[in-house]
């Protein structure tokens, strides 16, 4: 650290001092004042109330939802986008149109006359940048993972004209152009925190602790959206999120919970694009054996959780994925619950010499989703109601990590892991890969025939594309039964009623201010 | 005065080493800040570039001899996840909190003189019993249960307050109330058996014979003898809300400390969760001394 | 009587306990006028101060519970009065002093502000306070007054305090002075002062004096009437010389015969082996020297007595011999062996040998053990006497060698009155056979008679069991009365020593001198004696 | 004022012990408290033998039932919880848990931090920095995070619980303690055991502890309180107890989400903290007074006042 630094964090030091002092006089004269509070807000203002603050407003961050939902579409756009509550598909947004060139290459007509918030002008330059900061060794942007195995070259064929070169070729490149948020050139190769966008809105201002506020852009690209203002504010605790739009406080309070969400009036339920599942670990005994894996999804009443744990509306899951996703399986049943069945398909497992009787842990993370506690409880009641040895471990964020991603613990015992999983971008290529390819960070599954179906659905492209993930959807639901797959998860969101405004899937991982409107 | 503060200082660096070193190494036992900061799907490739940017991919010890040479320097490294100096991040939260605490403090030991000093001379009165029954059923409540509670009442069927938040004096009435119960449960207990043991000494006895009155009694001849042990548990009690108040944090979205330190632990922050310590440690040692301070101030014993 | 200034008329007063109602006064009458001076005598336990607290409405109701009886004042019953009432007399008409003025002076304000708060709670302007409490601390003889009034009462000695204390209560110029043993805590010269200055003042404002005390040499010194107390009630009053020389009821003769320094004087044996010697101890605590070049040599069967007042010394040095202090430099010889060099496994074989006997038996005994535990713990810890029935049989033996039975070892030292604790600390250093008995102001903190008893008894072990002793002690009547040998400490050093003989009849350091001149004689004659004589000196 | 000792009729021990019963019993509060702490006792030894079956029976389609409906038997007096259980039968349950966490961590907190407090006290000065300066770093070692390491490294349990919050609370025992010894170690019956020859071991043991011990069971009978609401703190920001384990601290955060829909769910077992916190505090309040000499009076006269 040079002197100078030093200096200069001393300073910071000083006036954070200075800060502490200012709040308590602050809070000591108004006390003594006591003036009501006065919220200074036009009517086409919006409060919206999250349940955790953001660490980062970065837009190469956009991917994590709680900052996607601030930043994307709103500050920052994409070139794609991928129109998650209709069937419009994969829509223009920065990009006007784009071709697939063969050998890998994509060429992407950029929309001109569009400018950043700092009134730089959007070309292709800026485009090619952002790619740069995405894989840039200085930051760990998160959308890079979407890239993994992919090598991209970007060539800029005029301002308004990109190449792109994926190696190997990567049919649904424009989809995933979707996930990547478009920042100037003059971006700097570390973690920003004023962001600048092509989007409709600019942030005016990020109290750390209290509030992000958002503003109009007056020199925005496209149409002009109804809400001039929106602050983003944070509160962990899910019945005072919905209390303050009950006492007008907040606008939006996304995800509360179903226990809160009572008002027809106000109160929105729609699948959130989540799904819980229990992922088995095939390498440890029991869970090896095919009758086993059987029994345990024969074991449980999945109807029983809807509408008394769960939120009625919550639909019963038959593939990682929402049935939004390109290539689900509209044929798939889910495995009916039948108790007197799973007993004789573990006797049968015993039988053979496989050891039923081995304890198995249900492992699950506090907090992951609403009563996700009751839903451990409840699901290691039912495995031992027809004879598996379970018992329920909750574990918090860190160490559910551990359980769910290999590398897997050494000498662990049969483990299910109840997990949430949300994929709303329309392929199961983000899901599939890592669930059940035998090379899969969280895949407990070691099928050649999975392994080659993924590879080649990866690969395939439209229809083709569509009916191999269909029929890996059908393998490892039905042949090789994988996991058992639980619930596809519906979201509760609190609108006011003075807003025009019904949340949806997408409402999950982006929150368009433009879609909103005032009645 | 200045050689027990001097001597006090010593001792305190020397815990506050001790302190940088077991949490440093004890929350690195904790896991791979990586596999939390990036998504589940993240490539191996994207976790080792994090561990790299962030220098933990060194062996510990040098991590360590880092830290500590910044540490020297004032440089208390940058936040895992906010990607700020962590000590900015900290001292932020800190500016809530410390007014919070503050001001609850005050109102505290008010209260809880008065109360527990007016019971103790009423002792096993009626009024007696009802400050401590109160006060006990207060310490003894879940406090996120009486703050959801208050919220219900007071913001949603009353609409007298808001229900969370910081911008208006308003604001900050339910959080102080909440966070105000458990110390003054306490307090007003032990300022009345502290009190109650005072009153039965000697010069109790010289004042009445004096003809002084009853009040003057309690609070100019009593309550001064009475504050030395009251003074240690306001000051455990401080020290207690100076690490902030998580649960009331919580769930009045109070951008304070404590809420800081519970997201920083759990998502494997190592710099601000290093960084806040530090910083309430310190806090907690300038308290400490003011405690000092204090205690001569009400006894001339000690200071001479 | 009934046109007395203030008269107590049958009071009795009973406490409550868990026990059931102790009669803590029955019956009490009592009166005295503006420049009288009334004593009441009595031991421990006498309920010779409840009819005092009675007075000043300081008696804690509950457990204390007046039963019958009335307090007249200017005629007017106090008992009747509404505290408001009361608490206006409280310090104006009659005002009170204690017997540890350290604790009765409150320790957090300055004694200036607590003195001036007896004008000011009477309602006299805080200015006139201020000036008269300068006043009054130059007429009790506290030096510069206007440095006195902003020091606290800590930084006080003992005997200032008494005089704060003083001052304090006369602020007001009451027309009666109550003082509840207000020379007990302090060193007899200092006794003599204090007890000079209140005669002084009392002719000065013609007030009337209640003297509450358990000492017939104050008695003697300043009362004209007295009140002899025993359980709870009067056995006998009149004027004080009536009383003293022909005293009616067995209790105040008995009182009377126990009054310490009347017996024959001890004369050392000659040519007895040397057991202990002491040499050159020193020892130094940050600017306080408490110990400076003291020798001291103690033969086989001799007892000898350091007198001294506090802060001599005198603890220091028992304690520096014991190794309970680590005496800086000089050397303590038992049998020849350096004390103050051995180890620790050494001295474990020596602490056999020498045992201690403290001031307070309440405190040195340990409240949670019983006495067969505590006699015992000896043998426990030197691996002596294995054999349970043997020990039981000690134990039995010892109880009775101090005059306690055997059924008494299984009780607990609370259940014993303090001349009984004071036995079974005896006995718990007569366990261990030891050689040489240290007694630290063994007998200072018992009544008159219970002490005679205890030093009869240490007299008898002495002569029947050839043990030795080294005998602090401030009481003089006490020394003269058990040793042969007398040391005279002051400030940390010997200034003189001698037979006791020698000591009594012919001190030779003015310091000596002055300490037997300050000491109170119980014979009212002979102490009106020596008031002129001192004043003529 | 005179000493009234010599007046009172040396009273044996038997005489000693009944009064204190009979004393309770005068005071209504006091004796009320007493008998609620038992039966909690009784319900954590025999409740979970006796109901550990019922408490745990779920049954998902009749979740949250309301409170005094007996429709579905005595169980459910007290209304269902979120996986149809019985409440009544799950609080019963849950003491033993409860009692658990809360007495152990007393237990251990005591017993380690009235040791090291002994040795401090007792043992040179710098033995005694050492430990002091080992309390303050416990002191500002944030409990969440010793919470968090230990729950990460060996696994939430409830003898895992302890250990996290009897670590937090250790530092409270050793400076009372070691406050206690320095004066203690003080008295005459102390340096007359010295004087005799007994070891620092005998002295610390047989001397100084029986001293402290009542001042340290005041401050466990206090502390048990603190703890059962830590850990229901703990469990609140999901790093304390978790199924299917079950203390009431968990219980009432677990209700939390329904507090508005369905309030018997936290409001039952928050009910029973505060009642067995009130209990022991008002029991130890009469024991303070009761065992001290000096104000045993209060009592005495307010019995005897009563009747």
Not at chain 1, 19 to 48: E, N, R, W
Request: charged share 20%.
């Amino acid at each position: 650290m040079s002197a100078q630094q030093r200096c200069s964090r001393l300073v910071t030091l000083q006036r954070e001092v200075e800060l502490i002092f200012k709040h308590v006089l602050v809070a000591a004269l108004l006390a003594s004042t006591a003036v009501a509070p006065a919220m200074a807000q036009s009517d086409t203002d919006i409060t919206v109330v999250l349940s955790e603050e953001l660490d980062l407003v970065e837009p190469c961050m956009a991917t994590r939802s709680n900052i996607g939902r601030v930043i994307m579409q709103n500050i920052s756009e994409t070139l794609t986008e991928l129109d998650v509550r209709g069937d419009t598909g994969l829509m223009p947004r920065l990009a006007e149109s784009w071709e697939d060139k063969g050998d890998g290459t994509w060429q992407f007509k950029l929309r001109e006359g569009v400018t950043f918030s700092d009134g730089s002008t959007f070309d292709a330059a800026d485009v090619k940048h952002s790619f740069d900061r995405v894989f840039s060794e200085e930051m760990t942007c998160e959308s890079a993972r979407y890239f993994a195995d992919t090598e991209l070259t970007f060539n800029v064929v005029d301002d308004h004209t990109i190449d792109v070169k994926a190696e190997p070729a990567q049919p649904i490149l424009p989809l995933l152009m979707s996930l990547v948020t478009i920042v100037p050139s003059e971006t700097p190769m570390e973690f920003v925190r004023d962001p600048i966008g092509t989007g409709p809105y600019v942030m005016s201002d990020w109290t750390a602790g209290q509030q992000i506020v958002l503003t109009r852009r007056d020199d925005y690209w496209g149409e002009a959206p109804a809400v001039t203002s929106a602050t983003y504010l944070f509160r962990s605790e899910p019945a005072v999120r919905a209390a303050m739009v009950e006492t007008g406080e907040a606008d939006i309070a996304p995800q509360i919970t179903e226990v809160e969400a009572t008002n027809p009036a106000t109160d929105f339920t729609y699948p959130n694009s989540e799904t819980v599942y229990l992922r088995i670990d095939q390498t440890v005994e029991p869970m090896g054996d095919l009758r086993v894996r059987k029994a345990l999804n024969a074991a449980i009443d999945r109807e029983a959780f809807i509408g008394t744990v769960l939120a009625a509306g919550t639909e019963l899951a038959t593939a990682m994925v929402p049935p939004t996703t390109l290539g689900w399986n509209p044929d798939l049943e889910p495995h009916p619950y039948d108790p007197e069945q799973a007993k004789a398909w573990l006797a049968e497992a015993e039988a053979d010499g496989v050891n039923v009787k081995a304890p198995v842990e249900v492992i699950a993370r506090t907090e992951n989703f609403p009563h996700v506690t009751e839903v451990g409880e409840a699901l290691v009641q039912m495995l031992n109601e027809v004879g598996f040895n379970a018992s329920l471990r909750m574990v918090e964020v860190a160490e559910h990590e551990q359980y769910y991603s290999k590398p897997y613990p050494e000498g662990r015992p049969a483990q299910l892991v109840v997990a949430q999983h949300d994929n709303s971008r329309g392929d199961p290529v983000f899901s599939m890969y890592f669930k059940y390819h035998s090379e899969g960070t969280q895949s407990g599954v070691n099928d050649p025939k999975a392994d080659e179906l993924i590879e080649k659905a990866t690969a395939a492209t439209d229809a083709e594309r569509a009916a191999l993930w269909s029929e890996l959807f059908a393998y490892v639901h039905d042949e090789i039964v994988a996991d058992a797959l639980l619930f596809h998860m519906v979201g509760h969101s609190r609108v006011s009623e003075r807003l025009d405004f019904t949340p949806t899937i997408a409402t999950n991982q982006q929150l368009q201010l433009a879609g909103i409107g005032f009645k | 005065m200045t050689k027990l503060i001097s001597q006090r200082a010593i001792a305190s660096l020397l815990s506050l080493l001790g302190l940088l070193v077991l949490v440093f190494f004890l929350s690195r036992l904790t896991g791979d800040p990586a596999a939390l900061f990036l998504p589940i799907d993240a490539t191996e490739e994207m976790k080792a570039q994090f561990r790299a940017i962030n220098g933990l991919d060194l062996p510990l010890i040098e991590q360590f001899g880092r830290y500590v040479w910044d540490f020297i320097h004032l440089d208390f490294g940058e936040s895992l996840r906010k990607a700020r100096p962590a000590i900015d991040v900290v001292l932020e939260a800190y500016a809530w909190t410390f007014p919070l605490a503050l001001i609850t403090m005050a109102l505290v030991i008010v209260a809880s003189i008065v109360l527990g000093a007016l019971a103790a001379f009423n002792v096993g009165g009626f009024f007696d019993r009802l400050v401590s029954i109160v006060s006990l059923i207060g310490a003894s409540a879940p406090d996120f249960w009486i703050a959801i509670v208050a919220i219900v009442i007071f913001s949603i069927n009353l609409a007298w307050l808001p229900t969370s938040g910081v911008g208006t004096p308003w604001h900050w009435i339910m959080p102080i109330g909440v966070l105000f119960i458990r110390p003054f449960g306490l307090i007003v207990q032990v300022v009345r058996g502290s009190m109650l043991a005072a009153l039965t000494a000697p010069y109790v006895k010289t004042a009445r014979a004096k003809g002084v009155r009853n009040l003057p009694i309690i609070f100019v001849h009593t309550l001064r003898n009475a504050m030395l042990p009251v003074i240690t548990v306001i000051g455990d009690q401080a020290a207690a809300m100076l690490n902030g108040a998580v649960i009331v944090e919580t769930i009045f979205g109070f951008p304070g400390i404590g809420k800081l330190m519970i997201d920083s632990i759990l998502q494997r922050d190592f710099n601000v969760v290093l960084a806040a310590i530090m910083v309430t440690a310190i806090a907690i040692f300038l308290m400490n001394i003011l405690i000092d301070i204090a205690y001569g101030l009400l006894d001339p014993r000690i200071r001479h | 009587m009934a046109d007395a200034l203030l008269s107590v008329q049958n009071l009795s007063v009973d406490f409550h306990t868990v026990r059931g109602t102790v009669h803590a006064v029955r019956n009490v009458s009592w009166s005295i006028n503006r420049g009288e001076t009334l004593a009441v005598l009595g031991e421990s336990g006498s309920g010779k101060s409840v009819s005092a607290s009675a007075v000043m409405n300081i008696l804690d109701i509950p457990p204390a519970q007046i039963v019958g009886g009335e307090i007249l004042f200017e005629g007017k019953n106090l008992l009747a009065m509404s505290n408001e009432q009361r608490r206006a007399i409280n310090g104006k008409r009659i005002a009170m002093i204690f017997q540890d003025p350290l604790s009765h002076l409150n320790p957090v304000y300055p004694v200036g502000w607590q003195i001036s708060e007896m004008m000011t709670a009477h309602g006299r302007p805080a200015d006139e306070a201020r000036a008269r409490t300068l006043e009054l601390l130059g007429r009790v003889g506290i030096p510069e007054p206007e440095n006195a009034v902003r020091k606290y009462p800590h930084q006080f000695s003992g005997g200032q305090r008494q005089r704060l204390m003083i001052a304090m209560a006369l602020a007001l110029k009451p027309d009666i002075l109550i003082a509840d043993e207000p020379t007990t805590a302090l060193d007899v010269t200092i006794q003599a002062d204090v007890l000079a200055l209140l005669k002084e003042l009392q002719a000065e404002t013609g007030m009337g004096l209640v003297l509450i005390t358990h000492d017939l040499g104050v008695v003697a010194e300043i009362a004209d009437r007295v009140v002899v107390m025993s359980n709870g009630e009067i056995v006998e009053q009149g004027s004080v010389r009536d009383v003293y020389h022909a005293p009616q009821h067995p209790y105040t003769q008995k009182l009377i015969a126990a009054a310490p320094g009347k017996g024959d004087i001890r004369i050392l044996a000659p040519d007895l082996p040397v057991l202990l010697e002491a040499r050159k101890l020193c020892k130094v605590y940050g600017r306080f020297t408490a110990l400076q070049d003291v020798s001291i040599t103690l033969a086989r069967g001799q007892s000898l007595a350091v007198v001294g007042e506090s802060g001599s010394g005198k603890s220091t040095l028992a304690r520096s011999i014991l190794r309970l202090e680590e005496a800086d430099s000089g050397e303590a010889f038992w049998k020849g062996q350096d004390l103050l060099k051995m180890s620790h496994r050494e001295l474990l074989g020596v602490r056999r040998q020498i045992q201690m006997v403290f001031q307070d038996p309440t405190q040195s005994l340990n409240p949670r053990m019983s006495v067969y535990q505590l006699i015992s713990e000896g043998w426990d810890i030197h691996n002596l006497v294995p054999d349970r029935a043997q020990r039981q049989q000690r134990v039995r033996e010892l109880l009775e060698q101090v005059g306690l039975s055997a059924e008494h070892a299984t009780r607990y030292p609370h259940q014993f009155s303090g001349g009984q604790r004071q036995r079974i600390a005896i006995a718990r250093a007569l366990a261990l056979e030891p050689e040489l008995i240290i007694c630290d102001e063994a007998v200072s903190a018992l009544d008159v008679s219970i002490q005679a008893q205890v030093i009869a008894l240490l007299d008898d072990l002495r002569q029947r069991l050839g043990i030795s002793f080294l005998f602090i002690a401030h009481d003089l009547g006490v020394v003269r009365d058990f040793a042969d040998t007398v040391i005279v400490m002051k400030s940390g050093e010997i200034v003189e020593r001698g037979p006791t003989e020698q000591i009594f009849s012919a001190p030779s350091h003015p310091y000596t001198q002055r300490l037997l001149a300050a000491a109170l004689d119980p014979d009212p004659d002979v102490q009106a004696k020596r008031r002129i004589a001192l004043a003529q000196a | 004022m005179s000493d009234l000792s010599t007046v009172t009729p040396a009273p044996s021990e038997k005489q000693r012990t009944w009064p204190l019963v009979s004393m309770l019993w005068r005071d209504k509060l006091a004796f009320v408290s007493a008998l609620v702490l038992v039966v909690i006792v009784l319900f954590a030894i025999f409740g979970p033998m006796l109901l550990g079956d019922l408490a745990t029976s779920q049954n998902l389609r009749g979740r949250n039932s309301p409170p005094f409906d007996l429709a579905r038997g005595w169980a459910f007096i007290l209304g269902g919880d979120s996986l149809g259980r019985p409440m009544l039968a799950r609080l019963i349950v849950a003491a033993r848990s409860t009692m658990l966490v809360a007495a152990g961590t007393v237990a251990v907190a005591m017993i380690v931090g009235a040791t090291l407090g002994l040795l401090a006290g007792y043992l040179g000065k710098h033995v005694s920095q050492a430990i002091m300066r080992l309390a303050d770093v416990i002191m500002s070692f944030p409990s969440l995070l010793i919470a968090v390491i230990v729950l990460y490294v060996l696994g939430p349990s409830i003898p895992n619980m302890i250990l996290v919050l009897a670590i937090t609370r250790i530092p409270i025992y050793l400076r009372t303690t070691r406050a206690e010894v320095l004066e203690v170690r003080q008295r005459m019956f102390v340096q007359a055991a010295v004087v005799m020859g007994a070891s620092n071991g005998r002295i610390i043991l047989r001397h100084i502890l029986p001293v402290v011990a009542p001042t340290l069971v005041t401050i466990a009978t206090l502390d048990f309180a603190f703890v059962m609401l830590a850990e229901s703190s703990l469990s609140f920001l999901g790093i304390g107890i978790q199924p299917p384990d079950i203390t009431w601290g968990l219980m009432v955060s677990q209700g939390r989400p329904y507090l508005t829909t369905a309030w018997w769910l936290a409001f039952w077992p928050g009910l029973l903290i505060v009642i067995t916190t009130l209990s022991l505090n008002l029991l130890s309040n009469w024991m303070r007074v009761a065992l001290d000499p000096a104000q045993r009076w209060r009592l005495e006269a307010r019995s005897t006042a009563n009747g």
